[in-house]
């Protein structure tokens, strides 16, 4: 089950198209237009507006195009199913394979902008390392279990741009990649804060300037705009995201109750620390001619983004993980290898916790049988906390390697 599993269609399409009374209560501001679906009319329900969305501007754009020509097509084909079940489960698999698609797209773009950063380092090994990335368990299985791809290319590109001295269209890049999915903020930190450091105090304003133009355009006002048309799907999604509970989170050893707060307060602490520690960094290596550190700063800076988050989905590996293949040493790249496979793992087994359990129960080991994957007692989270550990390692390994290399 956990190798069919796709977010797009089982996380987020049937809770809201699903014809029963949760759905519509628990997700659609305008039921009427989920009755109308139901009715085989053509309509197009707009996420935030009709319904709520929990993520962010770009994918639902991505969204609402995707689920209205999944919806005409199926309508319009020669053989509409009268069952309202299949009719639902035709625009589902129509829709998915459009994502998959586009998703796909940005997979191959992700290689390209990779390639093109990986040889700026002059390393024999770049082209091999991309390769081993795209043959990953993690990376197999989660390439369209989700958006994150998409965010990822978006990020790379903006990083190509930056080498190309395209100082606006890195900036756009990066904001579209942020209106995808807010973690590569710590990219944008990073890269701006590098410009102010790094440039010449001559073009230091000038080129900053388009950059954050760029961010602001693409970043910042796809959600001022979303805020504006929909205030209740605006805040919807920030309420879905502030009281998420701990994900598949590193704090999860220490606090076991996954709906703490102590979970979002020991991720703001930890945000603020890295922050501030790229920032002490990139003041420090200002003066050095190879820029090779500051690619290592940027895997950094995205890996301690995700891992210290309070979310840590398993599809969120795919925003760092070619980064760490391409830019880091053998032996973290090593170490993260193993970290990918018990992040695979965790979505092999989620549907099977309860089976994991009664084996383990039997074999003398002294745990509760029961379906509940996301606590600290089932297996599934150990394989999270060894993931997690595992990335602990790495970043802090490549962190004072960083730190305490000579100029």
Not at 225 to 241: E, K, Q, V, Y
């Amino acid at each position: 089950m956990g190798l069919k599993y796709s977010d797009v269609v089982f996380g987020v399409f049937y809770p809201r198209f699903s014809i029963d009374y949760e759905s519509s209560s628990k997700y659609w501001y305008n039921a009427e237009i989920l009755k109308l679906l139901i009715e085989r009319k053509p309509v197009c329900p707009t996420p935030y507006v009709d319904y709520s969305f929990e993520y962010p501007p770009f994918v639902g754009l991505l969204w609402y195009f995707s689920t209205c020509f999944s919806i005409v097509v199926t309508l319009r084909s020669e053989s509409v199913p009268l069952h309202t079940g299949s009719f639902i489960y035709s625009v589902a698999e129509l829709h998915f394979i459009v994502n998959a698609f586009f998703i796909s797209l940005f997979l191959l773009l992700s290689v390209f902008f990779l390639y093109r950063l990986a040889i700026t380092l002059t390393r024999e090994l770049s082209f091999l390392s991309i390769a081993v990335w795209l043959v990953l368990p993690s990376t197999i299985l989660y390439a369209t279990y989700n958006w994150d791809v998409v965010c990822l290319a978006l990020a790379l590109g903006s990083v190509v741009a930056l080498q190309r001295r395209k100082y606006f269209v890195s900036g756009a890049l990066i904001g579209a990649s942020i209106a995808t999915k807010l973690m590569t903020a710590s990219i944008a930190y990073t890269t701006s804060l590098y410009m102010l450091f790094r440039e010449h105090k001559g073009e230091r304003l000038r080129k900053l300037g388009l950059f954050l133009l760029g961010v602001s355009i693409f970043g910042i006002v796809p959600y001022v705009a979303l805020l504006i048309i929909s205030p209740r799907g605006f805040f919807d999604f920030i309420a879905h995201h502030s009281t998420w509970y701990c994900e598949n989170c590193l704090y999860l050893l220490f606090v076991h109750d996954i709906f703490s707060y102590l979970h979002r307060a020991l991720a703001i602490a930890l945000a603020t620390t890295l922050a501030t520690t790229i920032a002490f960094l990139i003041l420090a290596k200002r003066n050095i001619g190879d820029d090779s550190w500051f690619y290592k700063l940027l895997t950094l800076s995205i890996l301690g983004a995700v891992l210290f988050n309070y979310v840590f989905s398993p599809q969120m590996v795919l925003l760092f993980s070619p980064l760490i293949m391409v830019f880091f040493t053998k032996i973290s790249r090593a170490t993260y290898i193993a970290s990918d496979v018990a992040n695979f793992l965790i979505m092999v087994f989620f549907f099977y916790d309860s089976d994991l359990r009664n084996f383990l129960n039997k074999s003398g080991v002294p745990v509760e049988v029961r379906f509940s994957p996301w606590t600290i007692d089932s297996p599934v989270q150990w394989l999270a906390a060894i993931r997690n550990i595992l990335l602990l390692v790495i970043f802090v390994l490549e962190l004072v390697k960083l730190a305490t290399r000579k100029p």
